[in-house]
């Protein structure tokens, strides 16, 4: 392909290959397919897929299930639907806002972080977190007390 865009791509000038990004004439070199939002490339943090916002104790799955459990897993396979009720929080290393598990996820309103890197290496079972479904963020770190913070998928005790 001698480092050009097929001709059915540039047609039109500056149409397709600004999805390419390849060098062809008329057109910017290396224009990106898609962009981090500012300041988000070296955070860490995935996107956000919704449900709101939850703290609790990491869980990879296996073992017994903490009380307060947020799931962290390497894809989201939609094997996991069943575990989705009472979750704390959901993070994954991949996958998207659309994917199945994510979308099942906003159903039963738990707070879901995905395509957060690193995230079964750096959330080991039994680290306190926090997942804020609406950025993507996902925080390790003591929490005051992880089991009296409420989530959207919990209503708070009548005054």
Same mark, same amino acid.
């Given at each position: ?33 898609? =962009? ?38 390497? %894809?989201?396979?939609?094997?996991? +639907?069943?575990? $989705? ?10 996958? %998207?806002?659309?994917?199945? $598990? ?22 080991? +079972? ?25 989530? =959207?998928? =919990? =209503?708070?005790?009548?005054?």
């Amino acid at each position: 392909m001698s480092g050009r865009c097929p001709p059915a791509c540039c047609r039109r000038p500056g149409a397709v290959a600004r999805l390419c990004g390849v060098p062809w004439s008329g057109s910017p070199v290396g224009v990106p397919v898609a =962009e981090l939002p500012p300041g988000r490339g070296d955070s860490g943090d995935g996107q956000g897929a919704g449900g709101g916002f939850g703290s609790g104790t990491a869980w990879d799955g296996r073992g017994e299930r903490p009380e307060r459990a947020v799931l962290v897993v390497r %894809s989201l396979d939609p094997a996991l +639907a069943p575990l $989705l009720p009472g979750l704390a929080g959901l993070v994954a290393e991949t996958g %998207s806002a659309l994917s199945h $598990l994510a979308v099942l996820a906003r159903e039963f309103k738990v707070p879901t972080a995905v395509g957060v890197p690193g995230a079964l290496d750096r959330f080991p +079972a039994g680290v306190p977190l926090t997942v804020d479904g609406a950025t993507g963020a996902v925080t390790a770190g003591d929490l005051d007390d992880p089991t009296s913070r409420p989530t =959207e998928n =919990e =209503e708070e005790p009548a005054a």
